[in-house]
């Protein structure tokens, strides 16, 4: 081909690309607001009080952490946490178990993810395993997102997917989720999954390398991340979790590791999750540890959190019914006088859902060696005798 | 094995053998050496010890490269088991000039430093594909030949849905491709007269 002919021939290769780009940017569906919360049943107003606690199975493990679950059919939940020898360790697994809510019991744990396993499928290295977060996609079939690390510490975390068809039975092989232009590093998660209107879902995410910041992945029904929404900015918030209340309006938390005082942060968006409000402290302490939340079925908001600015001894419930504006502390699950306390007195990474029958269910990490399992209705959390 | 594990495992295999050429100054064996040389690497790169390859072991650390990365890289291979430069270095200059300017404008950014996220441009934005079609349009005129074959590379790449990625900046740069660039140029500012990192390229300048 002569020198003319190749650049015409560049030009045309040059046109085609960009009406390529144009036709898929141009012909994009619109984004979706939220979907509309599970409509979880309403408490019975004269319940009783009820209120029970279990350590979940961990027969293997010496250190477990970061508990997560979905309820899934049959009456029952699915819990997934991570456990190895130590935090980091490359050991570390992920278990799953899961609870009958008629028999009250957890089965024995198994590991349904390990190092090894998500090496061989993502065909690349990986040195360590981390937080695990359970949802459901727009099909409703059960999603794990889970953070791995191929290099250096959590800083160099990415975020992976397995999709389930039979409830938690069987899973797909693993697939990296892009986060992030810099090697794709620093992506990790512990807040819910939340569903739009669209058929995508929104993942909080947060990174950990050089800044600390929230963001909102948005995920397509496939589980490809097709955009993002940053929630803050810096390098002293993380872990974001965030409770839509309409197809509009969410509001979201986070943990603070900034300057004291050291406080919940809280965002707020209006328009379905495509602008967030500067993130603001809340009057709720928050000893630089992760929190959750649920918005119950009578429109009060939950959120699980370690009630000090300095350690995690303490793990309450604070209740709000005006959307986050306001709060009071509604009950203690651990520290002070309560239950009897763990070897390690840590009680960290709350998880918070509200099951189908009403029932409110706390999975979290009791001193580091077990994970916790609190169950509870509406009138045990308002102190009704 | 899916198709974009091969395709990011080959471009990591690409890197590697690209790596291995250069340091080991292949072009300055005999012909059929390099050619035993550059096959020997190509199976120690793709085929697996254990579970992994060394091109999976790469590609856990680095991800999946951009286009800009494999041209570059494609380009050192075919220099240094050939002998003959492919790219000229005034290409060269333009095409490291925009991807050190593109990685000063993404990477501070969306590591945290400000409100705004250039990254979220890059899963649909008009503006970010306009802006695109502007310096690829002016780099065409210009006959800089060597831009506007990384950003046509990228843009079908990302078309196909050739990686994991749903981003147009991924496939456009990464921090290997900027490094690079960022070397190159100050290496041409501290040593303007002398060979430099492209002494095969400026053969054909």
């Known amino acids: 081909m002569t020198a003319r002919g190749q650049r015409w021939a560049s030009l045309v290769a040059l046109a085609l690309a960009f009406a390529g780009l144009y036709a898929r940017v141009l012909t994009a569906p619109p984004l979706g607001g939220f979907a509309p919360p599970q409509t979880a049943a309403r408490a019975e107003s004269r319940a009783a009080p009820r209120y029970e606690a279990q350590l979940l199975p961990n027969s293997t493990a010496a250190s477990v952490h970061s508990a997560t679950a979905a309820e899934i059919s049959g009456g029952r939940l699915r819990a997934f946490w991570y456990g190895g020898s130590r935090e980091g360790a490359s050991d570390v697994a992920i278990y799953t178990s899961v609870y009958s809510l008629r028999q009250k019991d957890w089965s024995p744990e198994r590991a349904v993810v390990t190092r090894e396993f998500v090496q061989r499928h993502l065909r690349r290295s990986v040195r360590k395993l981390g937080n695990p977060v359970a949802g459901r996609d727009s099909k409703g079939r059960l999603c794990l997102y889970f ?239 | 094995m899916s198709a974009n594990a091969i395709l990011g495992l080959l471009g990591c295999g690409l890197l590697g053998l690209a790596g291995l050429a250069t340091v080991i100054r292949l072009r300055r064996l005999p012909l059929r050496a390099r050619y035993a040389v550059m096959l020997a690497a190509a199976l120690a790169v793709f085929v697996p010890i254990g579970d992994l390859s060394i091109a999976a072991w790469v590609r856990g650390v680095t991800g999946d490269l951009s286009a800009a990365t494999l041209v570059l890289a494609g380009a050192a291979c075919i220099a240094q088991v050939t002998g003959r430069a492919l790219i000229g270095n005034r290409d060269k200059r333009a095409l490291c000039r925009l991807l050190a300017l593109a990685a000063a404008f993404l990477y501070p950014f969306a590591l945290g430093w400000t409100p705004f996220d250039p990254y979220a441009l890059g899963f649909g934005s008009v503006e970010f594909v306009t802006a695109l079609l502007l310096v690829t349009l002016a780099a065409w005129s210009a006959r800089l030949n060597l831009v506007v074959l990384v950003v046509v590379v990228a843009a079908l790449a990302f078309l196909a849905g050739a990686y994991e990625s749903r981003n147009l900046w991924d496939y456009l740069v990464d921090p290997f491709a900027s490094f690079y660039a960022l070397a190159w140029l100050l290496a041409g500012v501290r040593l303007p007269n002398s060979v430099s990192l492209s002494r095969n390229s400026r053969q054909a300048d």
């Open chain 1, 147 to 385: 953070v791995s690390v191929s290099v250096g510490g959590w800083a160099g975390s990415a975020v992976n997917l397995m999709v389930s068809e039979d409830e938690g039975e069987t899973w797909s092989p693993p697939r990296r989720l892009i986060a992030s232009p810099f090697f794709n590093i620093s992506t990790l998660v512990k807040g819910a999954p939340l569903l739009f209107s669209d058929g995508g879902v929104g993942l909080p995410v947060y990174h950990e390398l050089i800044g600390k910041f929230g963001e909102l992945l948005r995920l397509d029904a496939e589980g490809h991340a097709i955009g993002k929404t940053r929630l803050s900015w810096g390098q002293s918030s993380l872990q974001p979790v965030i409770v839509p209340r309409s197809e509009k309006e969410a509001v979201g938390f986070m943990r603070y590791s900034g300057d004291p005082p050291n406080r919940i942060l809280i965002v707020r968006s209006g328009d379905g999750g495509v602008h967030w409000s500067r993130p603001e402290k809340t009057a709720l302490p928050n000893p630089n540890a992760a929190i959750a939340s649920v918005l119950l079925s009578d429109g009060a908001l939950l959120l699980a959190l370690n009630n000090a600015e300095e350690d995690r001894e303490d793990l309450s419930l604070a209740l709000s019914t005006d959307f986050g504006n306001t709060w009071r502390t509604a009950r203690r699950l651990e520290g002070g006088s309560g239950p009897a306390p763990a070897p390690v007195p840590e009680y960290s990474y709350p998880w918070v859902m509200q099951d189908r029958d009403g029932d409110v269910h706390v999975l979290y990490t009791w001193g580091r060696s077990r994970i916790k399992h609190v169950r509870f209705n509406r009138a045990w959390l308002e102190g009704r005798p």
